[in-house]
Nanobody, 121 residues
Framework: QVSLVESGGDSVQAGGSLTLSCLISGCTYSRAPMGWYRQVPGKERERVATIEPDGSSKYYTSAKGRFTISRDNNKNALLLRMDRVEDADSATYYC???????????????WGKGTTVAISS
């Protein structure tokens, strides 16, 4: 059973940095597409960054140029490095895994419970 647990959320001053972590269990996670999403109350969840099994990554929203998604294979974790954070980055961040058959049921979307980031000016 695939399980995702996020951590690293904190209160950070604007302009600072933070690294979020998503611990994956139940499969060889590197063989599944994964991503970070975020959501604020009253708004839809939005995609922040994704990474494919081949290591290629994409960034969305204002995360481009400031955030870095990566895998820590030693810890079986997905990371999101957030630099030069802005007020608009305040949200609950969620880790997502798209089942590939090698990891999770093919086509199934798995979510963690989220970790909250609060940016202060």
């Amino acid at each position: 059973q695939v399980s995702l647990v996020e951590s690293g959320g904190d209160s950070v001053q604007a302009g600072g940095s933070l690294t979020l972590s998503c611990l994956i269990s139940g499969c060889t996670y590197s063989r599944a597409p994964m991503g970070w999403y975020r959501q604020v109350p009253g708004k839809e969840r939005e995609r922040v960054a994704t990474i494919e099994p081949d290591g290629s990554s994409k960034y969305y929203t204002s995360a481009k140029g400031r955030f870095t998604i990566s895998r820590d294979n030693n810890k079986n974790a997905l990371l999101l490095r957030m630099d030069r954070v802005e007020d608009a980055d305040s949200a609950t961040y969620y880790c997502q895994l798209r089942g590939s058959g090698y990891c999770g049921h093919y086509g199934t979307i798995y979510w963690g419970k989220g970790t909250t980031v609060a940016i202060s000016s």
